[in-house]
């Protein structure tokens, strides 16, 4: 089954997540071994300082000192720190900050025993490290009490690095996913780049040779296919311009032998003349077909520009149009000049047939005029028909694309393959032809070729 | 109808003569009718080797010869060289093939003009007319006209060079002398096609490429830098030097 993300988006969330759980796993042993460590060293600390402190308060127990409760506050002052001194039950507390009860249960047990007791706890919302010690020689035990704000606020900080660290971890892996996808996927896209372009009728689109193994059998198949299909087609257009060339001959002697009847033919009798004259009409039909399949075969052959030459594309449409008997003064809209590189007889042609193509099958001309495009030039054919439906724009452009033989209607003198002609010498020129909706009804037939500055 | 009938008999009064060359018989054959039905007095030669026989023969010269390129024994395009070597007689070349390079040979052997197959007498009738109006004097002014170190006589459709003549076809002289009659002003390529060949805009424009450079080598001291016959960059051409009439 097809996933329904594409393999951009699937790639980059995986090496979002692999990158996600590594720099997790690093993070979180980053904070246990950091954070281990720390309360160590920092209960370290403090048990040693609690230790020097209660010797003190030892000494001044042994002397039974009055000052006890001084000392006591000092003490607590100078460490930041509630101490406290359990004797006989009773709470003995240097400085306010704490009250003893408050402090958990098992700890107070454990000190109350009189054993060396450690504790963390959070009191007030402050962190504290309590650490109780037996007073040596006296049944009293040594508390205190010690806030770790600092090391609190270096965990909290440690927390959102390795928070922040992890996220932008991920991140990193999401781009650097999407950077690999498209670096594999480059000689994917190269692939649909020159398929298109084969399907679009560039048969000589080759794919690069590449000696990347994953990639070299597909390219190869691809290769060879599209070769075999460029064989072939030239095989039949080679065909077709053989066939139309052997024709030339005996339609010359035809078309002569016919000029001569056709002459004589007022002194024939009436059915005669008229077997004559349906002679003539398809011989007429029949030349104009080779013509066309040879012009036809030609344009495939014939790659050479040198026949190309710079050319006002104005002037040349007025010159089509003034031997045309369908376009008339009124339809003519000739008011830019761009200048093509073009051949200009097959211009010319392409033209002319765009015309007939109005007169046959557009119900008429209606305008044809000569634009500027973006960096192109643009003729367009406006006619009066019914248009072109949507799915026979491309159709029409296609040889011997017409109706059914009963269809056509054989004094007009078409033979199927006009427009073929119009694709096939406007793609000569590296332009495009194509046929869409006039607005307000009819066809309007474009031919765009690229605009030069002479 | 009309003035189709009064060409025919114009020209049948000059009873222009037509060697037709052409190998295929039953083509040679409906070309004469026709031919002879537009007014034309045709002979008829099978090979390259007749053709060139009844040229050197010289008892009757033909007006206009009509080569097939494609001849049995010695081609076309030897045949139109061998023509050429003996003088300017005007050539059209009937050709079944339309590739560039084709074309071009057939030009640079010497052909005036060519026409592709199927073609039918009108149209040969119709090219067969735009070469003879060049041949047959260019009409209008007798004066000299001096393009550099030429001198253009329209008259007697020659071209002299310190006296001396520079042998040009017909052709080539009227492509000469409607560049030099514009004096210096450019002549577009479709004016030359339509004063020269009598082409409407769609003339092709190999007819005229290949006639420049022809007319280049014969006239042109150094044909690389041409300085009589100078290009105008996608216009056209104009005499160069001091053209004066």
Redesign the interface.
Known sequence: MMSRFPLRARVMAWFSLVSLIVSGALAFATWQLATGYMIDQRERSAVAQAAGNARLVEAALRNDSPALRELLTGLAAGTESAVLLVDDGDWISGGTLVDPRRLPSAFLDMVQRGEFARQRTVLDGVPVLAVGLPVRGQAATYVEVSPMRELDRTFRFLSWTLVLGTLASGLAGALLGRWAAQHALRPLRRFTDTAAKAAGGDLGARLPTTRDPDLESLATAFNDTTERLQHRVARDIRFAGDVS?E???????????M??LQ?RSADLPAETRQAIELLATDLRRF?RM??DL?EMS?GD??T?R??F??VDLAG?VR?VAD?HACASADTLQLTAHPWVLAD??RL?RAVTNLLDNATRHGQGLVRLAVLHGADHARIEVDDAGPGVAADDRQHVFERFARGSPAERDPADGGVGLGLALVAEHVRHHDGRAWVEDRPGGGARFVIELPEVT? | MGTRAAKVLYYAEMTTTLLLVEDDTRIRSALRLALADEGYRVTEAATGEQALELIADGTSLPDVVLLDLMLPGIDGLEVCSRIREHGDLPIIMVTARTQSHEVIAGLEAGADDYVTKPVDAGELAARIRALLRRVRGSGGQDLAIEVGDLTVLPGESRVLRAGAEVPLTKTEFRLLYTLAVADGAVVTREQLLERVWDYDYFGDTRLLDVHIRRLRRKVERDPGQPELVVTVRGVGYRVGGSARP
């Open positions: 060339h024709l030339r001959s005996p339609l010359t002697t035809m078309l002569n032998a000029s001569v002459r030349r080779v013509d040879l030609r052959q014939d050479d040198s026949t030459e710079l040349l010159a031997q200009r007889r010319e002479p």
